[in-house]
């Protein structure tokens, strides 16, 4: 069963703009982590920003945040103010305790476009 | 230096020949990883080592062999290439469980 969900298979935005990437999961562990990547043309995977499953607080790193709401099991990434570096894939993942904090199961991503 | 690092960058081999693909870190992590990304999909775990005597399969190990030579090196094999193994690998190291570090990936090509 797919564990993480990513169903915008793709997006606009304009520069400067906001933009909200949707992310949902499925997990029984009450342990997990929850990753984004951003994977540009060149083809390198650079992580972005990590949430933890008792992790009180959204995490935020720069213009990347990470709207999580739990009880939804729902992890959005939103980048702020885009760029025009910004276009690339970003791919959701997600670790379990249950799995020994061993792989990362990931979405099939996301393609933004940023434009001017 | 790059902390993980992937040879070769690029292959383009053909079916049936035997293929090697290396990773080294210098991170000292003791968790490695092989994933394969294909278009259209997320990374699938091919196989992963949490220390030197610790190997074990992931979701698509068929037709892939993996060697973790040392605790900085670990090599992914296929035994004899397929078409269907063209793919982007990646390796990836960690050491605690809010970390995994990819290497910058093989482009692999089959025909």
């Known amino acids: 069963a797919q564990k993480i969900t990513q169903t915008q298979p793709g997006m606009f935005v304009q520069e400067k703009e906001a933009v909200t990437l949707d992310c949902t999961y499925d997990t029984s562990d009450q342990s997990y982590g929850l990753f984004w990547y951003k994977q540009p043309s060149s083809g390198e995977m650079i992580f972005l920003i990590y949430?933890?499953?008792?992790?009180?607080q959204n995490a935020t790193e720069g213009r990347y945040s990470l709207n999580f709401q739990k009880a939804r099991k729902s992890a959005n990434l939103v980048i702020s103010a885009s760029q025009l570096g910004d276009s690339a894939m970003y791919f959701c993942a997600m670790r379990e305790l249950a799995d020994s904090w061993g792989k990362l199961q990931f979405g099939a991503g996301t393609q933004v476009v940023v434009t001017p | 230096d790059a902390d993980v690092t992937q040879t070769p960058r690029n292959r383009i081999t053909k079916t049936g020949k035997r293929i090697m693909l290396e990773c080294s870190q210098t991170?000292?992590?003791?968790?490695m990883y092989w994933y394969r990304q294909d278009p259209g999909l997320g990374l699938r775990l091919i196989y992963y080592?949490?220390?030197?005597?610790?190997?074990n399969k992931g979701e698509i190990s068929d037709g892939y062999s993996v060697s973790r030579q040392a605790q900085a090196k670990f090599s992914l094999s296929l035994e004899s290439a397929i078409p269907n193994q063209t793919a982007l690998y990646f390796c990836a190291t960690s050491l605690s469980y809010n970390e995994q570090f990819f290497g910058p990936g093989t482009r692999l090509t089959v025909l």
């Open positions: 080592s949490f220390d030197v005597k610790d190997i």
């Open positions: 991170k000292g992590h003791d968790r």
């Open positions: 949430q933890g499953s008792y992790d009180e």
